[in-house]
């Protein structure tokens, strides 16, 4: 029976060439040149186009006429929409994971929160930051909303590994300890308080942080 499923050769070129974009060896407004990509990663051309379209879908690369591809600019209107989306679906996720969250469930998170504040200098580490947000929404147990967040949180790092290698601030790491408390009292009411707060926070230091120094459009 056929399915819609991608070819591995397809996933494997797909990987490589999103993983090179979101850690910036390919930095934005870069041109990609399909047949470079396909020696880059020793295949033909044709998975590579097809990996570029699917990226494009994400936002992530824009398609030239009639010269090819391009890494996105990151613009301040990618920043807030963003910001925007996560405002809207994060308190709800943590609202709703502190109704259905177990003591292991909690358990893991605090492992992780720690894990995120002792890991390297002050400024976060932007995966493992992510990987505690990304487990609270998995407490929701909606896992179409995960899917999204986490292909927002692909744009939050990326957002500030291009800010980090252009030697602009990125924003310092935080516990997560108010969020937590609310979770281990099983109070959605505070857990959707504290995340609306912190990330209402959290795009106030976006924006005095990166926005200054990116395209407006």
């Not at 109704?99 to 504040?117: K, Y």
């Not at 692909?154 to 969020?179: I, N, S």
Request: proline share 5%; hydrophobic share 45%.
């Amino acid at each position: 029976m056929k399915t819609d499923r991608p070819e591995p050769k397809q996933e494997r070129v797909y990987g490589l060439l999103r993983a090179d974009i979101l850690r910036c060896d390919l930095r934005p407004g870069q041109l990609i040149i399909e047949a470079e990509l396909a020696e880059r990663y020793g295949t033909s051309k044709t998975p590579v186009r097809q990996a570029l379209s699917r990226l494009a879908v994400e936002n992530i690369v824009d398609t030239l006429p009639r010269r090819g591809w391009m890494v996105r600019h990151i613009t301040v209107r990618d920043v807030r929409h963003v910001y925007l989306l996560r405002r809207l679906l994060e308190p709800e996720a943590a609202a709703m994971a502190a109704e259905l969250a177990t003591p292991d469930d909690i358990a893991r998170l605090e492992r992780l929160d720690e894990e995120q504040w002792t890991a390297g200098h002050e400024e976060m580490d932007f995966s493992l930051h992510s990987g505690f947000h990304l487990a609270v929404a998995e407490l929701a147990r909606v896992p179409r909303m995960t899917e999204i967040l986490a292909g927002l949180h692909t744009h939050v790092q990326w957002f500030l590994r291009v800010q980090a290698l252009d030697e602009g601030r990125v924003p310092r790491k935080h516990r997560h300890e108010k969020l937590l408390a609310a979770l281990r009292d099983r109070d959605p009411r505070a857990a959707r308080d504290v995340m609306t707060h912190n990330l209402a926070a959290a795009d106030i230091r976006i924006a005095n942080a990166i926005v200054g120094d990116l395209d407006p459009a």
